[in-house]
């Protein structure tokens, strides 16, 4: 038994397919002791109190990333996996993604996000996401230089110095996003090893499945380690877009700086907004002291995508009335018939502003149209004072230009509105 494996204890694989022939040891302990030990071509290391893992080959000690956090949190998971059970998630030789069946796990225990999974022919996989309903797990091919090329063919593949996280509250695959409003996915590009103070780049390209349109975004000087907000009203309406994510460093060896990706699948982007509805102005401009029905009708019409929930909410002067807080029936979707808001009497003797909205939960966040305006007043029985209101203006006035301002006034002695 080797020092090595005094120290620590040790379990052994030996890759039936990896050409160079290495005998990989994991092995688990603080990273100080680590850094004290000689160096042993084969040594897998786990900082159990980092989550730092290094790896000993070509007579060297490499960084090849965390796994998973400090603490002691670092979590090894034991696979024999075969090709119908380790498939790669795409052709892109970018994407080192991976599905991996729960059925090739050892002890058939899910892992976590950022659990590592060491599979029999010499392959390391860092853990995406979990799917348990389906048995499926996302995982991250981890290339380690003279460990094989991650397929089992042996040879060059060089140790990742870069990585990229995301939070997958944001962004993950079949996210559903609304068209023209800001919701945020979440990224955070890294360098990993010696140079962890160098700036990163992120490479946002979309690709329309259905018409094959694409575009490329590109943001540069992000800081290692800091998270970044990626816009998602940049992306098209869209029922199916693939969005690849690379990140890239100036000083970076990878894959001779080509960087790393990450492909994101199925990500929909559709529509909601809505509209006045002017062939049907069916409000009033007053409700009068004297009328029976107190209510006020406004018709809007909705376009919206069927696949999402669209909530109506209506404001008086800027306070949500609760209950107007209601889920609008899909088939007033389509913009062709339109939806009726019914405001009741507020109980005001004035003239009020009238705000329509609508809006869907995207990735548990409230995302709100644009909203629409009206105005309107009620007169209350036995309130004599005039009610006054301002109509339609010009925003803008050009110099020397007169400016006119429409006002309606309604006098209740004379019951008539007058403009």
Not at 45 to 63: E, K, P, Q
Not at 90 to 100: C, F, K
Not at 204 to 224: E, I, M, Q
Not at 232 to 254: C, D, F, G, Q
């Amino acid at each position: 038994m080797s020092d090595n494996e005094k120290l620590f204890g040790t379990r052994s694989i030996l890759s039936s397919e990896n050409n160079s022939g290495i005998k990989f040891r994991p092995v688990m302990g603080s990273e100080n002791t680590i850094k004290n030990t000689v160096q042993s071509n084969g040594y897998l290391y786990i900082a159990t109190d980092t989550g730092n893992m290094f790896l000993d080959v070509n007579n060297r000690r490499i960084s090849i990333g965390g796994a998973g956090g400090s603490g002691g949190s670092s979590s090894f998971v034991w696979a024999d996996g075969d090709e119908t059970q380790i498939v790669k998630a795409s052709d892109d030789d970018a994407d080192t993604t991976y599905y991996i069946d729960v059925n090739a796990l050892e002890e058939r225990v899910l892992p976590k996000k950022d659990h590592l999974i060491l599979n029999s022919d010499g392959r390391f996989f860092r853990v995406i996401s979990v799917d348990a309903t389906e048995g499926i797990i996302t995982a991250d091919l981890i290339a380690v230089s003279g460990s094989g090329d991650g397929g089992g063919g042996g040879g060059t593949a060089q140790a990742r110095d870069i990585d990229m996280t995301w939070d997958e509250r944001t962004i993950r695959e079949g996210s559903v996003y609304v068209a023209g409003q800001s919701l945020y996915a979440i990224f955070k590009p890294s360098c990993i090893g010696e140079n962890t103070d160098r700036t990163n780049s992120l490479t946002f390209t979309y690709t329309d499945v259905a018409t094959g349109k694409t575009d490329t975004k590109v943001v540069t000087n992000l800081p290692s380690g800091q998270n970044y907000k990626f816009d998602t009203s940049w992306l098209p309406v869209s029922s199916n877009l693939t969005l690849k994510v690379t990140v890239k460093s100036p000083n970076s060896e990878y894959k001779n700086g080509e960087g790393w990706s990450r492909i994101f699948q199925n990500i929909k982007v559709v529509e909601m907004n809505i509209q006045k509805d002017l062939s049907q102005r069916s409000y009033t401009p007053i409700i009068k002291a004297n009328e029976v029905s107190r209510n006020q009708f406004f018709d809007y019409k909705i376009f919206a995508d069927p696949s999402i929930t669209v909530t109506q909410h209506v404001y008086i002067d800027d306070v949500e009335v609760d209950s107007l807080r209601v889920a609008i029936p899909s088939s007033y979707y389509n913009g062709i018939s339109s939806y009726t808001a019914v405001v009741p009497d507020p109980g005001f003797h004035k003239s009020c502003k009238i705000t329509i909205n609508v809006s869907t939960k995207i990735n548990d966040v409230d995302v709100y149209a644009t909203p629409i305006d009206y105005e309107a007043a009620w007169a209350q029985p036995g309130n004599e004072e005039a009610i006054i209101w301002i109509g339609g203006y010009d925003e803008t006035v050009i110099n020397y230009e007169t400016s006119y301002i429409q006002f309606m006034v309604y006098d209740p002695q004379k019951d008539q509105p007058g403009q």
